[in-house]
């Protein structure tokens, strides 16, 4: 099955309201509607600048980078699916390893936050990815069919169709870091993905490369075996270069 490749930008918390708005005015990618599905992920503040600032690239598409499972309720500092959805957000940013890492989320929550996703109509972006420990001790397959297992749970649970989703698959090691998988190490782990979401009739849903991805190593990761796209997180700051990385993808320029 081809699967139209995405190029993803999670600015993580970067660019302010005025910043994005900035970022979009400069954000000119010389891709046309049969290139590379676009989406951005601002902080949630930035959101609202990032739609407004936008319409002259209908074909960029906006989430945000986290969501509660909740609906609403006494959660100081969270927001909702519904909340997200309401304020123009198309995906959610799951499980990011930061998340995960950072904030102590488990397979569990994750789950949860998948379900609140798809009851609100939106799209989740489910993140999974093995630590460097965890790849020394040769857990990698054992780590990441764990974590992606808990998300499909919830999506089968959900009865929901799975439009939009999305699977990235971020090794902790390369976040942030320069240190990027080559294609072979992502090419094994998307297999690896690839075959857990087959098994479940889940052909459609395109896997996304994430940590440490640039201009020049975006072409050779994103012609790799079963990679379907990318998911940018420092390189997406710059417009231009998040432009370099979409135009590197087959179908742009
Ligand atoms: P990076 O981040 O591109 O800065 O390594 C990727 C991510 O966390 O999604």
Redesign the pocket.
């Given at each position: 099955m081809s699967i139209r490749p995405v190029v993803a930008g999670?600015w993580?918390m970067h660019h302010g309201p005025a910043a994005a708005r900035a970022f979009f005015r400069r954000f000119r990618p010389d891709v046309d509607d049969g290139g590379p599905r676009l989406l951005i992920f601002p902080p949630s503040l930035s959101l609202a600048a990032a739609l407004e600032a936008r319409p002259e690239l209908p074909f960029v598409a906006l989430g945000v980078q986290n969501v509660h499972w909740e609906k609403e309720g006494a959660f100081t500092g969270e927001l909702s699916a519904p909340m997200a959805a309401e304020a123009g957000a198309e995906y959610v940013l799951v499980g990011?390893?930061?998340r995960r890492h950072v904030f102590g989320e488990t397979d569990g929550d994750v789950a949860r936050k998948v379900k609140a996703c798809l009851a609100a109509g939106l799209a989740p972006v489910v993140?999974v990815g093995e630590t460097l420990a965890e790849r020394r001790e040769g857990r990698v397959d054992e780590v990441i069919v764990r974590q992606l297992d808990a998300a499909l749970a919830a999506l089968r649970e959900s009865g929901k169709p799975p439009e939009g989703v999305m699977v990235?698959y971020?090794p902790v090691w390369?976040?942030?870091?320069g240190e990027t998988a080559t294609p072979d190490d992502a090419s094994a782990a998307h297999g690896t993905l690839r075959e857990c979401l087959s098994r479940e009739g889940l052909d459609e849903i395109p896997i996304l490369y994430?940590?440490?991805?640039r201009p020049h190593n975006a072409g050779e990761l994103l012609k790799a075996p079963d990679v379907n796209g990318v998911?940018?997180?420092?390189?997406?700051l710059d417009p231009e270069s998040f432009a370099a990385i979409a135009e590197a993808a087959p179908g742009g320029s």
């Open positions: 999670n993580k990011h390893s930061e993140c990235a971020e390369a976040i942030g870091t994430g940590g440490s991805v998911l940018v997180g420092g390189a997406s």
